[in-house]
Structures are given as structure tokens and as C-alpha cells.
């Protein structure tokens, strides 16, 4: 672990109610390390924005202290935190030019013209957006907008940045395009990012590490391989990446690893995760590309057959649906390189995965 003073944000048993009975965050306790990025991803409700605005200063917690630096900043009001923001919705002042938009954070911390001339012009050559200074929010693209927004949460230099969904309203080409010059900019200048997101792939992407949050608990929190490879729990497979999911009883259990056994009665050796009692209901979890086809499945110690239903084409992948141990929606994934071509609907084909592949936890349903 690092050592404390390497801490830049402590949330201490944080809980945040709105009617004083329902907890949208129920116990939020976690440490981000200084230059570090940390998003908090889940669905809509799950928490990770009240998390986000109580850290910023625009929600209170109704129990629980957040610190920053070292220092509780529960009383602290949001423009004395040194916190830059970005939104959604840029939240730019339309009748403030670009240049303008950049120097307002930097007037009100009382910065001198030659100081807010400076820094305006060295965070718009951090953007690429030099050429722009003199133009309105409203002559410029989304694509713009949302720059001139990172450059003006980065233009005092806060010692954390928080952004909320900042890249949502933009297409799928330029989002991505802009998650890399974000991640850039937190490795270029060693910033501190907190960022909210619903979107999986954007969390998997930028961060170091991923908060999954549901009904107002953080699930598990880990680097984006760990997450997607070893979820602690059903929710956070299911959330993190695509899932086969079969659903069984525990049969035995033998230290790590366990066997059990479906409800059309096969067996399935797996890694036992998160299991109860024998006898109890578990949810097996496998990834689509972990699944072998034909040959390549005659060393996995789990070989079913498996019937082909569909072909889903997506450029350089294939999903394969299947029919297997008595589920319509089993996915193999296949690069277009290892498909086999001769491989039709209506054919039935040896399939299997190996042990370190599948996952035994919770059953679906059940927290």
C-alpha cells in the first residue's frame, strides 16, 4: 500500500440521505492516491454521482467525513476546495468568449491580467485550441466545448479534478478520440481525476483504478484487468463486460476450486469465488472469448456440446449464439481469423472452457 501522506482524497463511512430513510449511499469508504484516476461506474441511482457532488461540495453528507489533503472538507464551501469540475453539459458562459470563459476561475482567485493572460494561453495550447480565444460557446462544435470546459477546470491548477459524465453527448468517434487526450492530460500534468461514468468501456479504458457502485455500495474496486477478469460477485460480471452466465447448485467444494452442478444436471468444475453451503444456488460465470470451439476445446476439463443458432457479425469478432446445457443465449466469441468458415446454423459442435475460466458466485437475484 502507499504510504498516507500519498492520499489525496479519504471518504470515511460517508452516507447520504435525502428523505432521512432511503441511503443513496449507504457506506462509502474509500482512499484515492494523489496522480491517481478513479472512476466510479454503475447504473443510473447507484450512488456514484451523490458520491461525486458530496466530494465537489454541492451535496452534504448526512453521515461520515470526506477529507482532502489530509484536512475535513465537510464544511468546506465548493469554491474554497481547489476542485476543478467538468459536466456534461460544459456549463460554459455563453456570453464569455473562449479566452473569457478560461480567465473567470482565475479573476476570482484575485490572479493579476498578466498572470490569467498566461495561464489562459498555456491552457489553450494545452487543448489545441489557440485559434479559438476570441470566439463564443455558441460558434463552436461539442467537440470544442467540451475542451474549452477541460481547459477551464484545469486553468488554476486544483489539485483535483472531478468530472461528471463529460464526454456523454458527444458521438462514438469523437468520445473516444477525447478519452485519450484526457488520459494524456492526467499523465502529462499528474493530475488527480475522479470521473463518473454508466459507460463500461470508457471506465475500462482511462482509469487506474474502477469503483463499481450498486444501490449505493461500491461492489468491488480494482485495476480494469482485475475487474473484468476476477469480478468479486455476480453484479459486477454481469455489469463489467459481457457474460454467459449458467445457473446451478453447489455440488462440492475442495479449497478454491468447486464443482456444480446445473439445473439439467451436468457438471462444471469452476473457481469458487463467492459460494454458500453445498447444495445452495450458484451463478457459474464465463466470458465469450474464454469458450474453445471443435479442437481447441479437447483439453478443458468442462466439454459440453453445444447447438449454433446465430451468427452476430462485428468487423474483426463473430458472436456465435448457441443452445448449450440447455440455454438459448450462450455467446462464443471468435476472432474472424479462427472462425471456422464451414461452421453453420443447425450444427452441433464440441465446446468447452477451463477451470481458471469460470467463475462461482452469488446466484443472480440475491445482494
Avoid at 87 to 96: C, E, S, T
Avoid at 205 to 229: K, N, W
Avoid at 240 to 267: A, H, M, P
Wanted: charged share 25%; proline share 5%.
Amino acid at each position: 500500500m502507499t504510504a498516507a501522506d500519498d492520499v489525496l482524497v479519504s471518504f470515511r463511512g460517508v452516507q447520504k440521505s435525502y428523505d432521512g430513510e432511503t441511503l443513496v449511499v449507504k457506506d462509502l469508504n474509500v482512499e484515492i492516491q494523489q496522480g491517481e484516476f478513479l472512476t466510479l461506474l454503475g447504473p443510473s441511482g447507484s450512488g456514484k454521482t451523490t458520491g461525486l457532488m458530496m466530494l465537489a461540495g454541492f451535496e452534504t453528507p448526512t453521515a461520515g467525513e470526506i477529507l482532502l489533503a489530509g484536512r475535513s472538507i465537510n464544511k468546506v464551501p465548493p469554491h474554497k476546495r481547489d476542485i476543478g469540475m467538468v459536466f456534461q453539459n460544459y456549463a460554459l458562459f455563453p456570453h464569455m468568449t473562449v479566452a473569457e470563459n478560461l480567465a473567470f476561475p482565475l479573476s476570482v482567485r484575485g490572479l493579476n491580467k498578466t498572470d490569467i493572460r498566461e495561464k489562459v494561453k498555456r491552457s489553450l495550447a494545452m487543448v489545441q485550441l489557440e485559434a479559438f480565444a476570441s470566439r463564443y460557446p455558441a460558434q463552436l462544435s461539442g467537440g470544442q466545448q467540451q475542451r474549452v470546459a477541460l481547459a477551464r477546470a484545469l486553468v488554476f491548477e486544483p489539485k483535483l479534478v472531478l468530472m461528471d459524465e463529460p464526454l456523454g453527448a458527444l458521438d462514438k468517434q469523437l468520445r473516444e478520440q477525447m478519452q485519450m487526450e484526457i488520459k494524456h492530460l492526467h499523465k502529462s500534468l499528474g493530475l488527480t481525476v475522479v470521473y463518473v461514468t454508466h459507460d463500461q468501456g470508457e471506465a475500462l479504458t482511462m482509469s487506474d483504478r474502477v469503483a463499481v457502485f450498486h444501490q449505493g455500495e461500491i461492489q468491488q474496486i480494482a485495476d480494469p484487468q482485475t475487474l473484468y477478469e476476477a469480478p468479486k460477485n455476480t453484479f459486477v460480471a454481469n455489469f463489467i463486460g459481457e457474460n454467459n452466465r449458467l445457473n446451478g447448485r453447489l455440488f462440492s467444494r475442495d479449497g478454491e476450486r468447486c464443482v456444480v452442478k446445473l439445473d439439467r444436471g451436468e457438471k462444471v468444475e469452476a473457481l469458487a469465488v463467492k459460494v454458500g453451503q453445498l447444495g445452495e444456488p450458484v451463478t457459474l460465470s464465463i466470458r465469450p472469448e474464454r469458450v474453445l470451439l471443435n479442437r481447441a476445446s479437447e483439453a478443458c476439463s468442462n466439454r459440453f456440446s453445444g447447438r449454433v443458432a446465430e451468427f452476430v457479425y462485428l468487423g474483426d469478432h463473430v458472436r456465435v449464439r448457441l443452445e448449450v446445457c440447455g440455454k438459448t443465449d450462450f455467446f462464443v466469441k471468435q476472432p474472424i481469423a479462427e472462425l471456422d468458415p464451414a461452421l453453420a446454423v443447425g450444427d452441433v459442435v464440441p465446446l468447452g472452457w477451463h477451470v481458471e475460466h469460470v467463475r462461482a458466485l452469488d446466484p443472480l437475484g440475491h445482494e
